[in-house]
């Protein structure tokens, strides 16, 4: 997930006017030392700096250091296995997102079981993907997209930041469930596919909201769907691609994993202030502009979401006959 920079900076002020009461008694046991939290991204990105933010409010508000340790490679899961093979005593957190759904389900030897061996905390955010063309584009809604890539097979590309990943699995699902194909043209970076976007070079990209929406104002890009369930907040008049093909839903998150055993009241005092953050009108305010939908979910909640991605991603991952890495 990548947010505006600007936008970081205005979520770090808005952290920064919050009260800095910590909201359990039990915190005065736990942390007693340093937390650490295990980043499985570069430094600068999306995700780290999620974690930065987030590390920052459980600091001030659990009274111990939560310190950011970034372990990028083998696509998350060189960071999974340090979290799963560290003691379950809560001194050892995951940032996990999306793409650990996608390696449960795309690996097929992994050295651990991303469902017995990690236990949900918390979901901070949920950051809806969107589906985007180039202005030019004849095509205004999704059975349009669809009416007019049947028409012309062969002859469309879409875009993706990566491969094997929710921008690439979002469309092919859509390509395979809609009867249609285009050609893949990948980009290297989300803003790489953003250019190529906006250049016309490619037709179609699905990417977070918090990225695209900005182009979407300044008329660079048209906003044809939302791979949410429902209209978001940032974007009312948009309709959902799940309006035209039931059941479509694909969004980015991330949110806290500890390793399984992590005792209940730990897993309880990171969850509530997990809340606290992304329910704070000041936070939730700023994020629902970007179109992110503040998370705060308690584990259950955070569970059942990961487990139906799961589902998601095998779907589209069996439709675009998508092998694991070698």
Do not use: C
């Not at 046991?29 to 499985?40: A, E, F, K, L, Q």
């Amino acid at each position: 997930m990548k947010l505006p920079r600007r936008a970081f900076l205005q979520l770090a002020t808005g952290i920064a006017a919050l009260p800095a009461v910590a909201r359990f008694a039990w915190a005065e046991t736990y942390p007693s030392r340093p937390v650490h939290w295990i980043v499985g991204f570069t430094p600068a990105g999306g995700n780290d700096i999620v974690a930065r933010l987030m590390g920052q409010w459980l600091s001030e508000q659990l009274g111990q250091p939560f310190v950011i340790e970034n372990r990028p490679g083998a696509g998350t899961n060189i960071a999974t296995e340090a979290v799963v093979n560290a003691p379950p005593d809560g001194y050892t957190l995951l940032l996990a997102n999306l793409a650990n759904a996608i390696n449960a389900t795309l690996y097929e030897k992994l050295k651990f079981d991303f469902i017995r061996d990690i236990v949900p905390v918390a979901g901070i955010m949920r950051v809806p993907l969107v589906m985007e063309v180039n202005p030019a584009f004849p095509a205004t809604t999704v059975p349009e997209f669809i009416a007019y890539a049947k028409a012309n097979p062969g002859k469309l590309n879409f875009t993706v930041a990566g491969t094997q990943n929710i921008s690439h699995l979002a469309p092919v699902l859509l390509f395979a469930r809609a009867g249609i194909s285009l050609v893949m043209v990948p980009a290297k970076s989300e803003p790489q596919a953003i250019s190529d976007l906006i250049s016309g070079q490619a037709d179609l990209y699905f990417g977070n909201s918090s990225a695209l929406l900005p182009h979407v104002d300044n008329d660079k890009i048209r906003l044809i769907a939302v791979a949410t369930a429902q209209r978001i907040t940032a974007a009312p008049n948009v309709p959902s691609v799940a309006e035209t093909l039931p059941g479509f839903e694909f969004s980015s998150w991330n949110g806290f994993l500890a390793p399984t055993g992590t005792p209940e009241p730990i897993i309880t005092a990171i969850g509530t202030e997990v809340t606290a953050f992304a329910k704070s009108p000041e936070i939730s305010d700023r994020l629902s502009k970007l179109g992110i939908v503040p998370g705060g979910l308690p584990k259950e909640a955070t569970e059942a979401i990961f487990k139906k991605d799961f589902q998601s991603f095998a779907a589209a991952i069996k439709a675009a006959g998508i092998e694991p890495p070698r």
